[in-house]
């Protein structure tokens, strides 16, 4: 059963791994992959530092991730445990259903979405703000604005998603716990605090654990998809800057070698994650 898996991780996984010798070549594709490539070594890492906006971009694709990350956790958690408060059933997997739809659709459709209702010139949210006296607010066409519309908008796709997992744990908790914690005088807020999150704890480890490795990943698909040159201040990615080099510009040398190094970075953090989940938490994968 795991020999199909296997067979396409191989093809698309590792076979393509072949070709990070392009960032210590200075790659012309009419050569080929396997012909004679003229090295340069360390080159086009020491050309992409010497961007005088790497460390911007770099420091967009932190921001970004780390605040996704952030946020990733506390929404759903906190969502998870206000649904589970919920005695009406069928309102319940109603609103379930709602939070979970928008992880189904694409960043080409949503970005679609976004941009009709954050439109400044008759969009929903701010027409709405209209009516507080509130001047339109440019969120895809601002610098201080897009980062921040980037992680809400992330949050309201795949928070739903979470959610889902964060009530299976919540109902796999032994309900004499809330009995015991009831008849020691707790309430709802306390059998939350000491029952509750405790009791989800190993799947919170597991999904920030999991997280840890992509804050280099601030996503490619929902930024590609809605920025602009305007907010390429604040907006453009390690990922984003990646695609222009390497499929706009035929830098394919720098853009492999920005591409490694990312991976490899991801690498170590991903490490690094599972270490202190398991030195902390006693938590381990294999």
């Given at each position: 059963?795991?020999?199909?898996?296997?067979?396409?991780?191989?093809?698309f996984?590792?076979?393509p791994?072949?070709?990070v010798?392009?960032?210590?070549?200075?790659?012309?594709p009419?050569?080929?992959?396997?012909?004679?490539?003229?090295?340069?070594?360390?080159?086009?890492?020491?050309?992409?530092?010497?961007?005088?906006?790497?460390w911007?971009?770099?420091?967009?694709?932190?921001?970004?991730a780390?605040?996704?990350?952030?946020?990733?956790?506390?929404?759903?958690i906190t969502?998870?445990?206000?649904?589970?408060?919920?005695r009406?059933?069928?309102?319940?997997?109603?609103?379930?259903?709602?939070?979970?739809?928008?992880?189904?659709?694409?960043?080409?459709?949503?970005?679609?979405?976004?941009?009709?209702?954050?439109?400044?010139?008759?969009?929903?949210?701010?027409?709405?703000?209209?009516?507080?006296?509130?001047?339109?607010?440019y969120?895809?066409?601002?610098?201080?604005?897009?980062?921040?519309?980037?992680?809400?908008?992330?949050?309201?796709?795949?928070?739903?998603?979470?959610?889902?997992?964060?009530?299976?744990?919540i109902?796999?908790?032994?309900?004499?716990?809330?009995?015991a914690?009831a008849?020691?005088?707790?309430?709802?807020?306390?059998?939350?605090?000491h029952?509750?999150?405790?009791?989800?704890?190993?799947?919170?480890?597991?999904?920030?654990?999991?997280?840890?490795?992509?804050?280099?990943?601030?996503?490619?698909?929902?930024?590609?998809?809605?920025?602009?040159?305007?907010?390429?201040?604040?907006?453009?990615?390690?990922?984003?800057?990646?695609?222009?080099?390497?499929?706009?510009?035929?830098?394919?040398?720098?853009?492999?070698?920005?591409g490694?190094?990312?991976?490899f970075?991801?690498?170590?953090?991903?490490?690094?994650?599972?270490?202190?989940?398991?030195?902390?938490?006693?938590?381990?994968?294999?």
């Amino acid at each position: 059963m795991l020999l199909p898996g296997l067979v396409l991780v191989i093809i698309f996984s590792y076979i393509p791994m072949i070709g990070v010798t392009i960032a210590f070549q200075n790659f012309i594709p009419l050569k080929g992959l396997f012909g004679n490539q003229d090295w340069v070594g360390f080159g086009n890492f020491k050309y992409v530092f010497s961007m005088p906006n790497i460390w911007q971009v770099i420091w967009n694709t932190l921001f970004i991730a780390i605040m996704k990350i952030v946020m990733g956790l506390i929404v759903p958690i906190t969502f998870a445990l206000l649904l589970n408060e919920i005695r009406n059933v069928l309102f319940k997997r109603v609103m379930q259903t709602v939070i979970y739809f928008p992880y189904f659709l694409s960043w080409i459709i949503l970005g679609g979405i976004l941009v009709d209702i954050l439109s400044p010139s008759g969009g929903i949210v701010n027409s709405f703000l209209g009516i507080f006296g509130i001047k339109p607010i440019y969120f895809l066409g601002e610098n201080s604005w897009f980062p921040y519309t980037m992680v809400a908008s992330d949050v309201w796709k795949t928070f739903g998603f979470n959610t889902v997992i964060y009530l299976a744990a919540i109902t796999s908790i032994d309900p004499s716990l809330y009995e015991a914690a009831a008849v020691d005088g707790a309430g709802r807020w306390k059998q939350t605090w000491h029952v509750t999150l405790p009791g989800m704890h190993m799947i919170i480890v597991l999904l920030m654990v999991l997280s840890l490795g992509s804050v280099l990943d601030a996503g490619f698909d929902q930024i590609f998809n809605l920025y602009s040159p305007q907010v390429y201040e604040s907006g453009d990615i390690v990922d984003t800057m990646v695609y222009r080099m390497g499929l706009l510009q035929a830098q394919f040398g720098p853009s492999t070698a920005v591409g490694l190094l990312k991976s490899f970075v991801s690498f170590i953090l991903i490490s690094i994650s599972y270490l202190t989940a398991y030195r902390l938490f006693n938590y381990r994968l294999f």
